[in-house]
């Protein structure tokens, strides 16, 4: 038998599934700031978010405890994929003669093809619970409208999905996919809400933002009694509902006998790399030494060049203040091929983890970043998707900067998703169709004009 260490794949069994979600406010050493009220600037409460969320959702949003238990309905679905793989990237290593050890968790064998169930299903539990009969949301690359229809349709609840206009476009194949699972789709800005008029109105071209479309939810669910509004990332529960993930990769990582120097995930809110960070950053927060990396579009880079501070988010200024490093609400991102990364925001969990300095961030370009992509699916077989492959150049450049400082390094990071979907714009990075957008420091202070007046983090 191979010494367990020259082994591809790390699979457990489903009895292994974790019971619990890991909730990393309860280790941090400094809490994040509240969310604000944006009319009074008090921290909102309960009776706030109660038209948007269901009131277990906001429980855990606010909760303290350092573990969750999943509810035994949600782990029965979560079995219809999880656990999922984790592997060696035996090939790819070579490939590369990197005397690094590379590890990735695959997340893209759910249903939907990545990550995003792990919360859907739990989002749309906790609504049918509390009686919801409909939920709206938005999507960008259309991973995380896929995930909310398909859990929607096995809870038996509608769903409406505003998806970002310029992955509508690139990605027809994700609408069809969203409509198989029952869902209802629009492509936003729309013409459906006040929010997207207003849009539409001043940019009748607009390519969207996620800050849009999550502008047009919100207002559809805050207009209707039966409707509750989800969100795929950002949120402290949504990042919960991840850490699944991380769990599942510490058992994994200890049947391949090793443990990471460096753990990597893409951010575009903060969801998947939270939800495998989050795990080891418990160990390190216990003073484990780990180096945990956060990959970023250069052409929407929120936490290397954005500022910590007070800002809604969504464009049309509809949700509560959010601390957290911004572009500024009105920043749309050109219109990259890794949409689920095109935020003008984070999560403020990552946000402080930031700041703390327990964590750190690098952004890329998205030719560098599909060279990347195409090098690992040679090799390993799967074909990334476009956000997925931030992470996957962060560990190539990582296993680098090893090889150059003459370090042996073990680096594991999260391929969030397949990319399937996505094939335009491999099809455009092939005809050398992709600019590589430098964003001018001018437009980023133009953006951040617009949070002027709002409250500053103390
Ligand atoms: C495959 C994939 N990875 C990553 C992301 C980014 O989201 P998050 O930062 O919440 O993981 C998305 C978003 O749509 C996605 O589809």
């Not at 855990?60 to 990237?89: F, G, K, N």
């Not at 290593?93 to 939907?112: H, L, N």
């Not at 949700?319 to 984070?346: C, K, N, Q, S, W």
């Not at 931030?390 to 397949?418: P, Y």
Request: aromatic share 8%.
């Amino acid at each position: 038998m191979l010494p367990p260490v020259e082994q591809t794949k790390y699979l457990l069994d489903e009895s292994e599934l974790p019971r619990q979600w890991v909730n990393v406010r309860a280790e941090m050493p400094n809490p994040t700031l509240p969310i604000l009220h944006p009319g009074t600037g008090e921290p909102v409460g309960p009776d706030d978010l109660a038209p948007l969320f269901p009131m277990e959702i906001i429980l855990q949003e606010v909760s303290e405890e350092p573990e969750i238990a999943i509810p035994q309905e949600v782990l029965d679905i979560y079995r219809m994929w999880r656990p999922t793989p984790l592997y060696r990237a035996h090939r790819l290593e070579q490939a590369v003669g990197t005397r690094s050890r590379i590890f990735y968790k695959y997340e893209g064998t759910s249903p939907a093809g990545s990550h995003k169930p792990n919360t859907a299903v739990a989002q749309a539990f906790y609504n049918k619970r509390e009686g919801r009969k409909r939920l709206s949301t938005e999507t960008g690359a259309g991973q995380w409208g896929s995930a909310l229809a398909f859990a929607c349709k096995l809870l038996d609840l509608e769903c409406k999905v505003y998806m970002v206009r310029a992955s509508y476009d690139q990605k027809p194949f994700r609408r069809s996919m969203i409509q198989t699972w029952g869902a209802s789709i629009v492509a936003s800005p729309s013409e459906e809400t006040e929010s997207g008029r207003a849009i539409l109105a001043e940019h009748p071209d607009s390519p969207g933002s996620l800050g849009i479309a999550i502008s047009e939810a919100v207002e559809d669910a805050a207009g209707r009694e039966d409707t509750a509004y989800s969100l795929g990332s950002v949120l402290n529960h949504v990042l919960l509902h991840q850490t699944v993930i991380g769990q599942e990769a510490l058992a994994q990582m200890e049947l391949a006998g090793a443990f990471p120097d460096v753990v990597i995930g893409c951010v575009g809110g903060g969801s998947n790399f939270a939800g495998l960070a989050f795990p080891f950053l418990r160990e390190k927060i216990a003073g484990r030494d780990i180096d945990v990396l956060a990959c970023e579009p250069a052409a929407c880079p929120t936490l290397t060049r954005g500022l910590f501070a007070y800002d809604f988010g969504d464009t049309s200024k509809l949700t509560p203040l959010v601390p957290m490093h911004t572009l500024g609400h009105d920043f749309i991102p050109e219109p990259i091929h890794a949409g689920g990364l095109r935020y003008h925001g984070v999560a403020p969990l990552i946000s402080q983890l930031v700041l703390d300095g327990l964590m750190r961030a690098d952004a890329y370009l998205q030719n560098d970043v599909f060279a990347s992509a195409v090098l690992f699916a040679g090799h390993e077989g799967i074909v990334p998707a476009p956000e997925a492959a931030h992470a996957i150049h962060g560990a190539l450049e990582t296993a680098r900067a090893a090889d150059e400082a003459g370090e042996q390094k073990t680096i594991l990071f999260n391929l969030s998703g397949h990319g399937h979907f996505d094939m335009a714009a491999y099809d455009n990075y092939f005809a050398g169709k992709l600019v590589d957008v430098a964003l001018e420091e001018e437009e980023i202070q133009r953006a951040l004009a617009a949070i002027e007046g709002l409250p500053v983090p103390a």
